[in-house]
Structures are given as C-alpha cells and as structure tokens.
C-alpha cells in the first residue's frame, strides 16, 4: 500500500508555444505518464492548455516517474522566469512571457497539501477546496 495523492498541473499559454511543449512532451515522456497510469490519458491536451492529472499515486521524489513529471513543470516555469516580459514602460513580444503553470498535489492528511504556481493568468486552473459534509 503506502501513502498517495492526488496531482493536477495546468499550463497555458501561446497556441505555438503549448504546441512545442505537446511535441516535446509526446517525444520524450514515458508512455506510464502519457498514457495514465488508469484510466484514459494523464495528460490532456487543448489549444492553449496543457493539463496533467493522476489521481490515488505515490508521489515521492525519487521516483523516477514523479521526478520526471516534477523536472517537466520546473523546466516550463524556467521557460517563464527567463523570458522578457513587459514592463510599464516596455511591452514585449515574446511568447514565454504568456506562460502559466499551477501544480496542486492533496495528500491524503488534511494538512498534506502543495500548491505552487507561475505567471499571471490562473482562470479555470485546479485548486484544492476543503468542505464539510455531512454524511
């Protein structure tokens, strides 16, 4: 058995640059992780949205999976981090700087939560809600 979560990532940005990233990820990831490790496909893909989900996964780094996934959306928000992006007094043009990622890991405690995000456009992107139910 062991301990496990639930992972959700969603990146948007420029239809050419989400293209780039799908080809990338299509040529170099694992068929587990572009395949699921369930039902259907971990990774979706939309014009400007990537998505990853897996759900019920042991998610430790040090994994080799988990750490291939986790060096994925590091290299995207470097992608990012290392464009030129605008200023007040300098708009730029370059298609990095539209770049946005969030990563959302619920582990299994209530308190076992990661949320990490990039960029400035977080519309339709996952977040973690916590409710009472009554059963």
């Known amino acids: 058995m062991g301990y496990s979560s639930d992972i959700a990532i969603a990146i948007t940005g420029d239809k050419e640059v989400i293209d780039a990233i799908v080809a990338k990820i299509k040529l170099t990831m694992p068929e587990v992780l572009t395949k699921g490790y369930y039902d259907g496909d971990a990774f979706t893909f939309e014009d400007e949205r990537i998505i990853f989900t897996v759900t019920d996964v042991k998610w430790y780094d040090g994994y080799e999976d988990v750490d291939k ?67």
């Open 69 to 135: 996934i986790n060096a994925w959306y590091k290299e995207i928000e470097e992608m990012y981090n290392d464009a030129q992006h605008s200023t007040a007094d300098h708009a730029t043009d370059d298609p990095m700087a539209t770049l946005c990622g969030k990563f959302v890991r619920v582990g299994e405690e209530m308190d076992d939560n990661t949320q990490e995000y990039f960029g400035n456009d977080y519309l339709d992107f996952p977040e973690i809600i916590r409710h009472i139910n009554w059963g």
